[in-house]
Each structure stands twice: as C-alpha cells, then as structure tokens.
C-alpha cells in the first residue's frame, strides 16, 4: 500500500514549530517505509540543529524522500526539483542558501545521475545511509556536491537515530516501526531488491526498545513495518529463532500498546505461527494487506511470485480460519508483459473469490533493470487502461459492500485526533478506516466502542455506544 493512494496530494509534509535558525522541509512520497524514513532524518536532523518547517518557501533544506516504483513516480521528483530550483535561485539572489536534497529509492537508484540531470541538487542520499546525513549536510555547506549511496549490510539498522520524545508524541497514537528492511523475492516487475537492497531484519531487543518508548510517550496503535515483513526472523532472548508471529505475542505483551498491525507481507512468509497469532491475539487488527498482484499462475510464475492462484486462496482460506472477521487487502498490477485477455479474467476471478475490503491496482509500469523489462508481448496502453477500469470497478464494488455491510455494527474505535469540522474527532477502526464522531465521544488515545450510523466516502460515521 502507498502512501500516494492514501493522501490527496500524493505526499506527506513533516509539520513542525517554526521559527528555528536552520529549518528543513521533508516531502516524503512512496510507501510507509518512507515515511517512517523521513521521521527517523528528521530525528537526525534535530538533533544537528534542524527544526521542522511546513513551507517550502523558509526551508534552509529542502528534502525530498522519493519512490522509484513506477515510472510516474520516478519522474514527478524531476518536476518537483524544477520548482523548487527557481526557489533556489531566487533565494542566492536574496543572499541566502537553500539545501536540495534527494533521498529514497530514486537516489538508490540513479545515484549521480539525478545531480547530472537536475544540476540544483547538492545531495543525493540512500535509503541504507540515512545517518550519514548530518555528516553528507557539513559537506554540502563546505561546497561539494554529496551523493551517499554504497552502504554495508549492516549499516541501516544499527545506526538509526532513536525517535525521540518530544517528536513521537507530536506524531501522535499510532506510530510506524521499521523491523525488516529489503527483499530478496525479486519479482519481475519490481525495483524494491535493488533499491533497498538484501532482507535485513532488525534485532528482537531494538525493536522491543523502540516499541517500549513509542508505548511510554502515548503511542497505543504500532504498525510494523517491512517491505517484506513477514520475512521478519531474529534470535529472541529464549536463544530460539523467532518469526514475526513470534515477535507479535511479545509487542502484545507492552503496556500500552492495544493495536498492532503489519505491512507488507508476501504470501510465501506467511508461516503457521504467524497465522495463528491472528487467532490468539487480540491486539493484532483483524485487516491484512497481502499482496497477490495477478489471478493467473501463468503470470504469476513469469512474475516470479513462487505461488500458485490456489495456493494464495488455500492461504486465505487458512487465516479466515484463524481470524473469521479479518478484512482483507490487497495489491494488483495489470499488464503485466504476455497478460492475455484470459489471464486477466483469471484476476477478476480471483478477486472475486477473494472478496476484498479494499484494495491497490496499478497498470503495470516498466523499469529500469528489471527482467520485466525485456519480456516480449508488452501491453498496450489502452489495454492497460482497460483492464484497470474493469479491476477498479469491481474492487470498488466489493470495498462499498464491505463498508455498507458495517452500518448497524459496534465497532473498537481508536480516538486519534481532531476532525476536520468542528466539534468532530476522528477515530481509526481495526480496518484502518477513520471513524467520525462527536467530540466529546472520548479522549484522543482512548479506544472506544461506537455503533456506526451512516458511511461516507471512505470514512464511517458514528456515535459513542
Ligand atoms: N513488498 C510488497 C510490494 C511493494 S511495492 C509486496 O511484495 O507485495 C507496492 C506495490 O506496487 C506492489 O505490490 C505492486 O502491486 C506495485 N508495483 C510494484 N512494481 C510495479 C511496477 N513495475 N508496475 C506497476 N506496479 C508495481
Ligand atoms: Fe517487490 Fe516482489 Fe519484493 Fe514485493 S516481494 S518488494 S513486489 S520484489
Ligand atoms: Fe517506493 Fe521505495 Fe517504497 S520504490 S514503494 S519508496 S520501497
């Protein structure tokens, strides 16, 4: 799931207090890895003496966290530098200086050749690299072009500045933790293995640490974050090797944390124990996001996928076992290269079985350096399109059944801030969908049990039970 799907705009600004001598502004585009990112420079940047700014305009640096996943979104960064250059100069008129640099998968990516074709940037920076940052920035000021992109394996999880404080209560009650980082599935299609490189997977006692200090500073929602997340292992302090079901039951063990949720998975990782934690925990929300991409195993092998149509149905099968009311997500390309008509109704089909709460689709876009990329029988655009249109209108279908389906019915509900009209709040339900209500229906971190009385364009109307 992406972060360009859930905000209007397609990205996220860091908001902070104003008025500091040195100010940044973060624009995080892509998944929630990213923004989990941009929190975590953000801390790093604080600590060097950076506060936070909205507008782009004040910024001393300006910082762009990107996405390479599809060519659209590779490319919005390039317009987005176009913009902020002439903010630049106008700026070196006035005598003072701005900052640009570019972070994130783009940056993995294309390295140098991002200063090459847009001069303006002074720093490009890596995923795995981040807390090379406040160094790469003193560079910058001494007048050198910086690009950080060659990092040790190890490097990532080990060097992260802690959240802190002050920021995560700014934040809010629900909170991302990074646990895994990197994929090593190399689907057909996908940039993610060379742009966050090889699985990581962060220790059990980090991990428990920072979900200790989300807990204590009112953090009471903890989505776990990976590219592939339930690749997750690590040794736990009983010497055994744990998975992520495994590391579930221990996160559900923290005061304070009510709520847990993961994101992404790969159907191929998802192992009994974590199944059965559906079953056994009650903090863990009955929503999960597992991504199948295509309904026809012939795709799904030229794909790489390592699953079967039937395998990935017998899966669901097994956790709707284990979990009877869980809602199920899911992402989709369509156009994949050789994707006959007969292969797309196989998808149709395939959702249909499913019956998803809500869902991604995409249309299959080619990249750079995946094997994709040089399969025969490309897709025509109009084809894609059309197929799109026909995927998105039964997903839709299916996601307004799912939300009608939900008037009448109490749900747990997670206060978690000011609404947008007064004398509203909005709550998050165990589907991530927000829930409004009157204000003075609870505390913002209470979770409350509210009867849904009406539904509006994905949001839930409702009253206190
Ligand atoms: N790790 C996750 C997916 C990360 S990318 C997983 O394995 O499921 C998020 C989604 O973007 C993917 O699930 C896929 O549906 C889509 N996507 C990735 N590469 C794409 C491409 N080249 N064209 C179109 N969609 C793509
Ligand atoms: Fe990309 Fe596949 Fe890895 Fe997901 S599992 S990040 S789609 S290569
Ligand atoms: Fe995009 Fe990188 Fe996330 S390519 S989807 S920002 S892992």
Known sequence: MELEQISQDGAETLKGAAGAAKKVFVKTYGCQMNVYDSQRMSDALAADGYVATSTMEDADLVLLNTCHIREKAAEKVYSEIGRIRELKAERARNGSEMVIGVAGCVAQAEGREIIRRAPAVDLVIGPQTYHRLPEALKKVRGGEKVVETEYALEDKFDHLPEPRRAEIISRGVTAFLTVQEGCDKFCTFCVVPYTRGSEVSRPVAQIVAEAERLAAAGVREVTLLGQNVNAWHGEGPDGNEWGLGRLLVRLAEIPGIARLRYTTSHPRDMDDELIAAHRDLPSLMPYLHLPVQAGSDRILKAMNRKHTAADYLRLIERIRAARPDIAMSGDFIVGFPGETDEDFEATLELVREVNYAQAFSFKYSSRPGTPGTEMKDHVAEEVKDERLQRLQALLNE????????LV??????LIEK????????????????PVILDENAGKIGEIVTARITSTGHASLFAERA
């Open 408 to 413: 009448g019915k109490t749900v747990e509900t």
């Open 418 to 433: 000011p609404g947008r009209q007064p004398k509203q709040i909005v709550g998050r339900s165990p589907w991530l969908l």
């Open 398 to 405: 299916q996601q307004t059944t799912f939300i009608e389906g």
